[in-house]
């Protein structure tokens, strides 16, 4: 059975900073690109991060590039996602993803996403 479960969310003032987590089981987790979503309250779900099964690669959606960065243990079965400088803006749950066949380019795609967890909520507060 596959598990992905975030953890790391909560309530922080705007300028602040967080570090989600990601823990994984049930699959060969190095074989798996990786990825980070988040969903606003009436909004799509929108792409914020992906990472390569090897760390070779990564991107950032334009909207946090330069203040989150994604990353991976693959010995730890775990991806993360560190948070600086949050704005209200970036308030939604947050989900991480693992995705098989990009797992050498990595996706901003959620469809092509094989495995989701179950969300961690972020608020950021002005």
């Known amino acids: 059975q596959v598990q992905l479960v975030e953890s790391g969310g909560g309530l922080v003032q705007a300028g602040g900073s967080l570090r989600l987590s990601c823990a994984t089981s049930g699959l060969m987790f190095s074989s798996y690109a990786m990825g980070w979503f988040r969903q606003a309250p009436g909004k799509e779900r929108e792409f914020v991060a992906t990472?390569?099964?090897?760390?070779?690669?990564?991107s950032h959606a334009d909207s946090v590039k330069g203040r989150f960065t994604i990353s991976r243990d693959n010995a730890k079965n775990t991806v993360y996602l560190r948070m600086n400088s949050l704005k209200p803006d970036d308030t939604a749950v947050y989900y991480c993803?693992?995705?098989?066949?990009?797992?050498?380019?990595?996706?901003?795609?959620?469809?092509?996403?094989?495995?989701w967890g179950q969300g961690t909520q972020v608020t950021v507060s002005s």
């Open positions: 990472i390569t099964r090897n760390s070779g690669r990564t």
């Open positions: 993803a693992a995705a098989y066949s990009v797992r050498d380019t990595g996706s901003d795609r959620p469809n092509q996403y094989d495995f």
